[in-house]
């Protein structure tokens, strides 16, 4: 009865065969019926076109290019003209735009037809590329579809779950052996891949899913036989299944199919679980995983199935990626060297996979593509690091990013000297290589030397762009540069402000101000190389080179001040010792950005911005430094501290004196804002000087009288009562004097404004508690200063009249 049923299941799958055949035959014959009607109307057509008459298109043709070299045909129409014309001119007929009789015509073809039809075939403008269609679109006969695709394909599953039954069925009843079931099983495959190619030229979709389910039985076959029946070794099955995967790879290229690539990848990847035993050894594993990878790569020369190196793709980076994360050891030096090799070599196989046929047929990158060859990259980067971080690779971490960078860079120039190569991969590679490169400082170096491997990069990059013409590198430049700012202000703060800050630190010779030279050295470079920058626009060059030199300019300042701030501190100056140095520093800084300024690179807009800094520099003595140098006067005086402050506030003072100098020539160009505010700047000035002076004649007095800590206090009060007051009496004198000399009438008024302050504060304040001498001194003092004055005014008047009217046309400051 058992071999009934077996007798009538080999009949089935004759009669399926058979009916397979009958179908195919029938199909073959209504594709040779359509092809002779196909033909048939072929003929007809060609019959239909030689009775159109020949002389309209010559007559068509002929008017097309009278037109184009003529005026319109209308105008020229005198009937007696036609009988001189072709007497006279019988050639140049195209020339004249008048009408000719019939005999003229003939002739006209003969000539014209060979240079007339040369522009009509015109080069087809190629049309955009379609979107791919739909489901629908594909299949609007799903009924068809289902018949002739979805069918086969359940069906071959279904013959192949038919076969598996039938050999567990024989299996269960023990009709055959352990090796006749193998060959049972690969004889199926061998017949189904048979049939397939029977039918390989007149069904391909049909033979190809027959293919596929062949190869599936013959995977499964040779697992059956290594894991269940033993019959083969561990690498014999392996070495079968290499083969199996390489056939099948082979078919995907004869049957062009890409299911058949889809399938071989799937069962290749699969075979190293059909055939493990445990053991863990990934030389192997990894071995195979690689000669894979390398037909998928062979496969990926001639097919462009990106679908097929994805799936190639994932799994290999599935299987090593987990073999990371499980079993790799940090400590095992040599697992560390295999671990790095197969990581190299997974990703040079999938950087030549994802590129090759595009290479190859000169075709741009899509997307897809570009987003593959990234995803390798930063992968593999990723698998490296990883590999490393351990005692052992710790120190390489370094040489491996710069590593990849310097392939990247191989690759891009081998490729950027050849026009015919897609250039969207050019300067992705090139992005790779700047991105590597700057990665490369801060993965193996530390501290300022990021900065410096940072600022001599952005140089480079932008030297590199003007020299090649990528304006990639140019970009890349711009960021590294931000980054170099960010890293530097970094290290200011760990070397001068943070843990550090303690730490003794040679004189201008130590990493901090090294680093900012350095720094400030590759702005200036790039600001030169930007003065022969053509290719970008000159506005956009302009902004960078502004925000450069803001950016320099504060660097200088700050990596001076903090080199002095720390050394200063250091050596043990006292804190108003310090702010009266730096203040020097400043004043000096300021004085020599108002001396440079017309060499700096400023816009309009920031034309006067160093004069702004000036007037803040006043301002900053007026309330900061002013009373520092106090302190650090009446320490001295007192014995509190070094005579260091006091000495240096001399030096402040004639550097603000300077800065002071050189701001109220830079105001004084303003003559709009001169006259629209009445000269303001006049009264900020006269009182400035008026307090230094003030201030300085304390100092003065108190150096000369100082003599016990209780005498200091009378000392200025005495001075504030008796020497102010002729100090102010001959400030007015002189800018009266200079006020009538130069006839500038705000100096004047200011003059007599300090006179009438200095009268007040005699009387109100300064009268009561004055010693007689002094009250002596102020009182002559001032009052020969008035009666002269007075004079003056007296003397002057009938000028001072005259030149009243003249002084606004002239003199646009009176």
Known sequence: MEAFFVF???VILVALILNVKSTVNSHFNTLQKTIEDLRKELRKLQFQQPPVPPTPPARSVLEDIVASHTTPVQKPVPVPEKKVEPVKEPEPAAEKSTP????????????ISTPSYEPVPRKPVPAPKPERPGFFERNPDLEKFIGENLANKVGIGILVLGIGFFVKYAIDQDWIGEIGRVFIGVLCGGILIGVAHRLR?????FSSVLVGGGIAILYLTIYIAFHDYEIFSQTVAFMLMVVITAFAVVLSLGYDRKELAILSILGGFASPFMVSTGEGNYVVLFTYVLILDGGMLVLAYYKKWNIVNIICYAFTILLFGSWVGARFDGENTSMIAGAMIFATLFYLVFFAMNMINNLRKRTSFEALEIGMLLSTTFFYYAAGMVILNNPHGEDFKGLFTASLGIFNFIFAYAL????RVDKNLVYLLIGLVLTFISLAAPVQLEGNYITLFWAAEAVLLLWLSQKSGIRLMKLTSVIVMVLMVISLLMDWGQIYLGENGDQALRIILNKGYITSLVSLASIVLTLILLKSETQERQEQVR???????????????FSQLLELRYHLAADGFSYEAQNIIIGVYNMVFIAGLLLAQKKLPLPQEAKYAPAVLGVFAMLLYLFFYQGQSVIARNEYFLDMTSATGFVFHYVLVAALLVVSVLSLREIQKLESFNQSSQNIYSWFFVFFYLFVASAELDNLVVSIGYSTPESLGHILTQNHKIGYPILWGVTSFLLIAV??????????????????ITLVKLFAVDIRGISEGGKIAAFISLGVLLLVVSFMYQRLKKLLLADEVSTKENDPEA
């Open 8 to 10: 009538l299941l080999a």
């Open 100 to 111: 000719r009789p019939p005999e003229e015509v003939v002739p006209v073809p003969k000539v």
């Open 201 to 205: 030229k007149t069904f391909v979709a």
């Open 416 to 419: 950027f000297k050849s026009t």
């Open 543 to 557: 902004v960078y080179k502004t925000l450069l030199t803001f950016a320099g300019i504060a660097l200088l300042y």
């Open 739 to 756: 006020g009538l000399k130069t006839k500038k009438k705000h100096l004047r008024i200011i003059s007599l404004t300090l006179f009438l």
